[in-house]
């Protein structure tokens, strides 16, 4: 149903900053949910941020808030992540994901279908 691409992670300095894209393909990219995960090595998956299909809901990791920003521009199929203040515990692969149809959460792995093939940050001292 829809194809996602990520972009904009690298390396970056602790208290630096990176934007981060998602490019959905397809014209129902604005009918489904998005939410933004990563996983750092040794740790599974977890939850960054997320955003409703006409981004009117707004969700957070704790990790992240007052840090992390996203948001969605339908019109040019992106949802963005942008990430301030960074950590060098912020150091993990990013992927976005499209959520299921199914499913009404907002948090979990589970509640997403598709997934892009993630965009690498690393954070150094």
């Known amino acids: 149903q829809v194809q996602l691409v990520e972009s904009g992670g690298g390396l970056v300095q602790a208290g630096g900053s990176l934007r981060l894209s998602c490019v959905g393909s397809?014209?129902?990219?604005?009918?489904?949910?998005v939410g933004w995960f990563r996983q750092a090595p040794g740790k599974e998956r977890e939850f960054v941020a997320s955003?409703?299909?006409?981004?009117?809901?707004?969700y957070y990791a704790d990790s992240v808030k007052g840090r992390g920003t996203i948001s969605r521009d339908n019109a040019k199929n992106t949802v963005y992540l942008q990430m301030n203040s960074l950590r060098l515990e912020d150091t993990a692969v990013y992927c976005c994901?499209?959520?299921?149809?199914?499913?009404?959460?907002?948090?979990?792995?589970?509640?997403?279908?598709?997934w892009g093939q993630g965009t690498q940050v690393t954070v150094s001292s």
């Open positions: 994901a499209a959520r299921s149809r199914y499913s009404s959460g907002y948090v979990s792995p589970s509640d997403y279908v598709y």
């Open positions: 397809g014209r129902t990219f604005s009918t489904y949910a």
């Open positions: 955003i409703s299909q006409s981004g009117g809901q707004i």
